[in-house]
């Protein structure tokens, strides 16, 4: 009962419908002429962000900077280490003379000079033959000859004369107790000479 209700229903309504849409057309005139322009509406919302565009061409290179000011000095640096000495160089020429000078005062009057004499003995045995040279003594100067102990004791050998060139050969006895001693040789006319002597028990 009630499917049929439903279905005679809708039969109705669309009948309903396809009269009033004939109605409508045949009461509908001419288009009349259009209205004034209506106000401006509201802005609309702002639409999505678009998506990213494609990367532009590279730029050209831009043109070189002018040159930077010059940077003040640096500091000095450490002290580098002596070098080496360079070879010596060649001997100058020789000055010119210099002018004379004026002439010095008269010397005082100079000393006699002195034969330096000397004397030679060398090494002995106990008792044995000294045989003692000299030189530098006076022509024909009698020398003394003397032996001095260690401790101080002296004793004459003998003596004997310098020949024209102030020299002598003389031959003593050597002392008879071992040791070290000076030889003196005392001149007449005032030379001295000394020398070691060295008597020893075996050579």
């Not at 396809?18 to 057309?25: D, E, K, N, Q, T």
């Not at 259009?34 to 609309?44: F, I, M, N, Q, Y």
């Not at 280490?81 to 210099?98: D, L, P």
């Not at 031959?171 to 003196?184: D, H, I, K, R, V």
């Amino acid at each position: 009962m009630k499917e049929n209700l439903r279905s005679r229903g809708s039969v109705l309504a669309l009948v309903v419908a396809i009269f009033s849409v004939m109605v409508l057309a045949a009461c509908t005139g001419p288009d009349g002429p259009a209205g004034a322009t209506g106000e401006k509406g509201d802005t609309g919302a702002s639409g999505a962000t678009g998506s990213q565009g494609s990367a532009g061409s590279g730029g050209t290179d831009g043109s070189d900077g002018s040159d930077g000011a010059d940077g003040s000095d640096g500091a000095d640096g450490a002290r580098g280490a002596t070098g080496a000495r360079g070879a010596t160089g060649a001997a100058g020429s020789a000055g010119a003379a210099g002018a004379k000078g004026d002439a010095g005062s008269a010397g005082a009057d100079s000393p006699a000079v002195e034969l330096r004499a000397s004397l030679v003995a060398g090494l002995v045995l106990v008792g044995g033959d000294l045989n003692i040279m000299g030189s530098g003594y006076n022509a024909s100067e009698r020398v003394t000859l003397v032996v001095v102990s260690s401790a101080g004791t002296k004793t004459t050998l003998g003596t004997v004369d310098a020949n024209a060139g102030g020299a002598f050969l003389a031959s003593e006895t050597a002392p008879t107790a071992a040791g070290e001693y000076t030889l003196e040789g005392n001149g007449s006319g005032g030379s001295v000479a000394t020398a070691p002597l060295i008597v020893v028990l075996t050579k």
